[in-house]
């Protein structure tokens, strides 16, 4: 959430940041508004308490004394209605405040190139060759698993309806090959390995940033207060919910596997077939802790994280630096990680690393001390992916087809599948 004396002193920027991004800039002038009336408030409340307080001293002496103080009583009753009524206007006020503060994004970075959608996303590197055009062109990873008999959408479908898919034999065993792949290499260079439940209570999600402003994209258990993930993102990052860490201790790197469930709200017609937009997923998810001064160099290395298990693969790729029509809600900057599809003729998202700042942590508690003495700071949050498992396992079958109908299984996954080398019908 959003600090109000951030925007009280730099009112211009969150009006620009939120004009930029299609929302109304006028949602500052009326915070500002309110946050003028409230102080008043206060202000008139503590003088009237500060009153109080004086004239009870008073008739305390006078009562002593056995002066009459009746009419005094009843004046300091009068008082304190209207002290209790100025509390009231401003609890209310607060609720009111803090539910627009809450559904604002974290402003962008000045990095963050203008552009209302990702067509405007700029790209920063390329790695690998892509083919453009081919003939003919390479089969798309749902006719491949199919024809492979590794991938059965018909019977998922049957099973729990659309977006959702069922892999047996060698792709089932990829997919698990490829997220034990990944959580090796990021465990190698630093990364603790963190296994956390799947379900999460609405603190956790408003801590970092899914609630309430994201509702419909989630599935919620029925008479629970328990939320499905749809991210590892979300109980990682509250490990230290509500915490003040010790400077010596960040950064902090995590890498977390987890099923992911999403609804797709507004997705209609998106990539409707196969395994890219689909209600639920695996993935590998980087989540850092760090300092202020050190979090943008945090997320360039954690871009390269992500890109080197994509190397590992010899998947051809791209990163993007996210336009501020893509930016999303929490992330102050992004880079996006991109896989080439042969079949499709296109860059795919398969990894986006954001910088949250301390938009997270001011939502979540995460703070931390940089001596025994010191005030708590708050800290800054990143999280990525590393990398979506299924969007992973379309890269190696579009990537790695063959003109027989075969798979190669890239060299470092062939010690997860048993030293098999390729991927056939029935083999």
């Excluded at 892999?167 to 990944?182: D, H, I, N, P, V």
């Excluded at 201790?249 to 997705?267: D, F, I, V």
């Amino acid at each position: 959430m959003l600090d109000i004396k951030q925007i009280r002193h730099q009112p211009d920027l969150f009006r620009k940041d939120l004009a930029q991004r299609g929302g109304d800039p006028s949602l500052i002038d009326r915070i500002l508004e309110m946050d003028v009336k409230r102080r008043d408030w206060i202000t008139r409340a503590d003088d009237l308490k500060q009153q109080r307080n004086q004239v009870s001293r008073e008739l305390g002496q006078k009562k002593k004394a056995g002066e009459d103080i009746s009419d005094a009583s009843a004046q300091m009753r009068l008082v304190g209605e209207q002290i209790d009524l100025l509390d009231q206007q401003r609890e209310q006020l607060e609720k009111e405040q803090v539910g627009i503060l809450e559904c604002l994004p974290n402003p962008a970075h000045e990095d963050v190139p203008p552009g209302a959608d990702d067509s405007a996303n700029v790209e920063v590197r390329r790695w690998g060759a892509v083919e453009s055009k081919p003939e003919p062109l390479p089969k798309a990873h749902w006719d491949i698993g199919e024809e492979l008999d590794i991938l059965d959408l018909k019977r998922a479908a049957k099973i729990s309806g659309s977006r959702f898919w069922v892999l047996k034999g060698a792709g089932a065993r990829l997919e698990r090959a490829l997220a034990t792949y990944f959580l090796d290499v990021h465990t190698a260079h630093g990364y603790t390995e963190i296994m956390a439940p799947s379900l999460v209570l609405a603190q956790s999600l408003y801590g970092t940033g899914q609630l309430p402003r994201f509702e419909e994209d989630l599935f919620r258990c029925q008479d629970s207060q328990l939320y499905l993930i749809p991210t590892s993102e979300v109980p990682i990052t509250n490990l230290h919910a509500q915490e003040i860490l010790e400077f010596d201790q960040l950064p902090l790197h995590y890498a977390g596997y987890s099923p992911c469930y999403r609804s797709e709200a507004g997705a209609a017609g998106r990539d409707s077939r196969g395994l890219i937009r689909v209600h639920q997923f695996h993935k590998v998810e980087l989540v850092k802790f760090c300092t202020p001064e050190t979090s943008f160099a945090e997320l360039e290395s954690m871009v390269l994280d992500a890109e080197r298990v994509l190397q590992g693969l010899e998947i051809p790729y791209r990163v993007v630096k996210v336009c501020l029509g893509d930016l999303g809600f929490t992330g102050a900057l992004k880079y996006d990680v991109e896989f080439w599809s042969p079949a499709q003729q296109r860059f795919i998202e398969i990894s986006s690393c954001s910088n949250c700042t301390d938009f997270q942590a001011r939502r979540a508690g995460i703070r931390f001390r940089r001596n025994p003495k010191a005030s708590p700071e708050f800290c800054h949050t990143l999280n990525g992916s590393g990398l979506a498992v299924g969007r992973t396992l379309v890269a190696v079958l579009e990537n790695y087809q063959n003109a027989d109908g075969s798979v190669r299984i890239p060299t470092v996954l062939q010690p997860y599948m048993g030293g098999a080398q390729e991927l056939r019908k029935g083999g």
